[in-house]
């Protein structure tokens, strides 16, 4: 039973199409991420999301939208898809305790391709 | 200022050998540190963190060392196995923000059998 799942796996798309990406974590954690790991293999956080309430907003093209419809659910939507959007994008998510938040649960990521 | 270097960007080491990879902040507030592997094809998974009041921390073959003063952190991977190979992330934040972690460029490690 998958703590955190992504779908699509793969994303194969045209510039300037727009796409989503669906993240669920059944491990009943209160907070969620999206990080952007580029073709150097470098992990950036994009979005978190605290119970529905976005709570941090990286410098992220606003093209780049979050929806939590609950706090179970982090789906990341992508409009005007651009060739420098090609990247792996992993949801995460952790449980707040002692003030901050713990252990970061990583999905399996979701390769986006843009031709 | 919230820049984690890195170091090195690839590593190769025998069966049964030390792997050492090496971390720098500059940011005092960074007071979470902790480390991820990463194996192809899959997300990052937590190996081992430590917090700065201490200045070592061992889990099995993985050990942290901190040095507070220096602002530096490593991770060593004792009797390094094949399986150990994989790429390796520092990271760091401050206690409050864990979730927002600012990752080191990665080393990718590769034990040879």
């Known amino acids: 039973d998958t703590a955190v799942s992504q779908t699509p796996k793969y994303l194969v798309t045209q510039m300037g199409n727009d796409k989503s990406i669906k993240c669920e974590q059944n491990?009943?954690?209160?907070?969620m991420y999206w990080y952007k790991q580029d073709s150097k293999k470098f992990l950036k956080i994009m979005f978190s999301?605290?119970?529905?309430?976005?709570?941090i907003n990286e410098t992220v093209p606003n093209r780049f939208s979050p929806k939590s419809p609950d706090k179970a659910h982090l789906n990341l939507h992508i409009n005007s898809l651009e060739l420098g959007d090609s990247a792996v994008y992993f949801c995460?998510?952790?449980?707040?305790?002692?003030?901050?938040?713990?252990?970061?649960?990583f999905g399996e990521g979701s390769r986006l391709t843009v031709l | 200022q919230q820049q984690v270097k890195q170091s090195p960007q690839s590593l190769i080491v025998q069966k049964g050998g030390i792997s050492i990879i090496n971390c720098a902040y500059e940011?005092?507030?960074?007071?979470?540190f902790p480390w991820y592997q990463q194996f192809p094809g899959k997300g990052p998974a937590l190996l081992i963190a430590?917090?700065?009041?201490?200045s070592e921390k061992k889990e099995g073959r993985f050990t942290i060392s901190f040095n507070k003063s220096a602002k530096q952190f490593s991770l060593h991977i004792m009797d390094s196995q094949p399986g150990d190979s994989a790429t390796y992330f520092c990271?760091?934040?401050?206690?409050?923000?864990?979730?927002?972690?600012?990752f080191g460029k990665g080393t990718k490690l590769s034990v040879k059998p």
């Open positions: 995460a998510s952790s449980q707040l305790a002692g003030g901050g938040a713990g252990e970061l649960f």
């Open positions: 491990l009943g954690h209160d907070t």
């Open positions: 999301y605290n119970n529905k309430e976005l709570i």
């Open positions: 940011n005092t507030a960074f007071d979470y």
């Open positions: 430590i917090r700065p009041d201490v």
């Open positions: 990271a760091a934040s401050p206690w409050g923000s864990q979730g927002n972690l600012i």
